[in-house]
């Protein structure tokens, strides 16, 4: 599932490949993948439309239209925007296409079906459920202690809760555990200041790598190019169940919180 790193690699292609393009129209094969308001015409809308530009927000991909609206999409398990010209072969899965007057398009493809396209109208308050941006000026290790106080929640699960820190999935918030040394079940609330700070650190250190090798491929996910990421070679924890810690030496664990995979270090993560 494509997390801040993926999102933000996939957002740098798509200002490459598709800012400044005008849309001819769009081919929607599936119609629960791409959604409008009640009483507006996905495809009537977006035709004729152009790209003003590309971003990231959480784990989506919003691209600003001229009129003002927003396609926001998300990608949940197994979604690819892919940008490609019309000699390309198509993209497996592709539900919905983005045809552009050059000729060439973005397809939004999806083998499970649960990412989504959303078109939203200019002004219309979409991610107000997000919480703060993990590499925004905003999120500094004062604010982070804040948002942990009196939390009871396993640190994991609120690393994992995007109405507090949007993007981060499970992937970086293994990884960044590991890192900073802290047990992904402690309770927010119960980690001490340094702990935080070295937490707040590991996230924006493990952020920040992860997109300088353009995220990790751990399952479907593969940039606006169609390439996949280099960050899964790297991994310290994710998915290293029973092989030895980059730190300690002992083997990694695996066990189960909050209902997902959680990877660690019973030595040296406290
Ligand atoms: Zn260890």
């Known amino acids: 599932m494509p997390e801040l790193p993926e999102v933000e690699t996939i957002v ?62 998300s990608f949940r398990m197994t979604g690819r925007l892919v940008v490609s010209s019309a000699a390309d072969c198509e993209e497996r899965g592709t539900h919905v296409v983005l045809w552009f007057t050059d000729g060439s398009r973005l397809s939004f493809a999806d083998i499970r079906t649960f990412g989504r396209m959303r078109l939203i109208e200019p002004r219309q308050p979409w991610d107000r459920d997000l919480g703060i941006e993990p590499l925004s000026s905003g999120f500094t290790p004062e604010a982070f202690i804040g948002m942990l106080s009196g939390r009871r929640t396993p640190i994991k699960a609120l690393l994992l809760d995007q109405r507090r820190i949007a993007g981060i999935g499970n992937i970086y918030a293994c990884e960044a555990l590991w890192e900073a040394r802290i047990r992904p079940s402690r309770p927010a609330g ?73 990877w660690w270090c019973r030595a040296c993560q406290r």
């Open 12 to 73: 740098c292609g798509l200002r490459r490949g598709i800012v400044g393009k005008a849309i001819a129209r769009a081919e929607i094969r599936l119609s629960k993948m791409a959604q409008a308001a009640p009483n507006v015409s996905f495809e009537r809308a977006v035709a004729g439309e152009k790209v003003a530009g590309v971003r990231r927000r959480g784990k989506y991909a919003v691209i600003e239209l001229g009129s003002g609206r927003a396609l926001v999409t």
């Open 190 to 262: 119960a980690l001490t200041k340094p702990a935080v700070r070295r937490l707040h650190d590991a996230v924006v250190g493990v952020l920040n790598r992860a997109i300088s090798l353009r995220g990790s491929s751990v399952d479907d996910y593969v940039d606006a190019d169609g390439l996949p990421g280099e960050y899964q070679d790297v991994l310290s924890v994710y998915g290293r169940g029973g092989r030895p810690c980059k730190r300690c030496g002992r083997p990694i664990v695996r066990t189960v919180l909050a209902q997902r995979g959680t």
